[in-house]
């Protein structure tokens, strides 16, 4: 049994005009299909990626599409359904009884999906007052953020003026940077002084590396973000292990965002600080070893790879017990609803 959760394909930039008013591209006209739509190189790598899966699980796949055996979920955002439609279109190309019109290689598979506000699970933490309270007071506490902001006080300052706004936030400077970032995919003409900010290993990555740990960096601020997914996951590995799930599906496959696994991954202990490149996944396997011994393994392919080694999970190793995961991330599972975890504490 495996749980994927993947980040959508190329997209192209999101609006920040406050953020941003000298931006050259900040006309949507520059942006073929409008601002963060799913490109056709992202609808490419989906395909690519739904072809690696048929590769690496096609015995748990088998050689049908089955909704028995596959369930696929995605954040109600458009990159993210198209995302996972140009996945299933590399996942599961029809076979001949399957075709149902010869000019289109292709077959409908559902896709699952729920209104932003109230995915728990994928776009956590949603509304969520305590978060919101917790994630407020880590970036103006943490002493890392703080250090980080009084080294670059000049950088921020220019690059502030070359923006056309200040700069005030530890947010709006990582925002800044996946903007900027996002031009020089597209292959835009950038401005001198962007092509410094954006360059490998600088400052301004520096931000956006740190933005993705800050999310999820205390226990609180992990169980409200990643504790939903973590704790659906880990219960329908439980099931499969004890034989009560039903349907006794064997993939789970979750069209998402680059926080969602940005997220999932520091709250796991395996992260190492970076972007999520698009239609990057990461695996979590579940393998049964002998009659009754079962165990979990954790994989991340950031972009081809076709052999992917096993993470290692902090105080367990590269297999562990679903017993052991749950005595590890035990704090920052919820036991509660979401409404009752996300109340500010009296």
Not at 72 to 95: C, E, Q, Y
Not at 118 to 138: E, N
Not at 255 to 283: I, K, Q, R
Request: charged share 25%; with cysteine.
């Amino acid at each position: 049994m495996c749980k994927f959760i993947y980040r959508h394909g190329h997209r192209n930039v999101r609006s920040f005009p406050k953020l941003y008013p000298n931006d050259p591209y900040i006309n949507e006209t520059h942006w073929p299909g409008g601002f963060e739509a799913l490109t056709n190189e992202g609808k490419r790598q989906q395909f690519k990626l739904g072809q690696y899966f048929r590769r690496r699980y096609h015995k748990l796949l088998g050689d049908k599409y089955s909704p028995k055996r596959v369930y696929v979920r995605s954040t109600d955002k458009d990159r993210t359904l198209m995302s996972a439609l140009a996945n299933l279109a590399g996942l599961f190309p029809p076979h001949a009884e399957e075709k149902w019109n010869e000019d289109i290689a292709w077959q409908p598979i559902p896709v699952h999906t729920m209104p932003l506000k109230l995915d728990y699970v994928l776009r956590a933490p949603g509304d969520c007052p305590r978060y919101s309270a917790a994630l407020k007071k880590y970036k103006n506490e943490s002493p890392e953020v703080l250090r980080i902001l009084k080294e670059n006080r000049e950088n921020i300052l220019y690059w502030s003026k070359m923006c056309g706004s200040n700069l005030s936030n530890f947010d709006d400077i990582s925002r800044l940077y996946v903007v900027l970032n996002m031009q020089r995919h597209h292959n835009k003409t950038l401005p001198d002084w962007v092509i410094k900010a954006i360059e490998p290993n600088g400052a301004l990555e520096a931000f956006a590396h740190m933005w993705f740990t800050t999310l999820s960096n205390t226990k609180e601020l992990a169980r409200l973000i990643s504790g939903f997914l973590i704790k659906e996951m880990f219960e329908r590995f439980a099931q499969k292990i004890n034989s009560t799930l039903e349907p006794n599906r064997s993939l789970w496959f979750y069209s998402a965002h680059e926080t969602g696994m940005g997220a999932l991954m520091n709250s796991l202990g395996v992260f190492e600080p970076h972007v999520p490149p698009f239609a990057s996944s990461v695996h979590l396997e579940l393998y049964k070893n002998g009659e009754q011994e079962h165990y979990i393994q954790i994989f991340y392919r950031k972009s081809d790879e076709e052999v992917l080694l096993p993470l290692n999970i902090p105080n367990c190793g590269e297999k562990c017990s679903l017993n052991q995961l749950y005595k590890l991330y035990n704090d920052i599972i919820p036991d509660r609803d979401h409404d009752t975890e996300c109340r500010l504490p009296k």
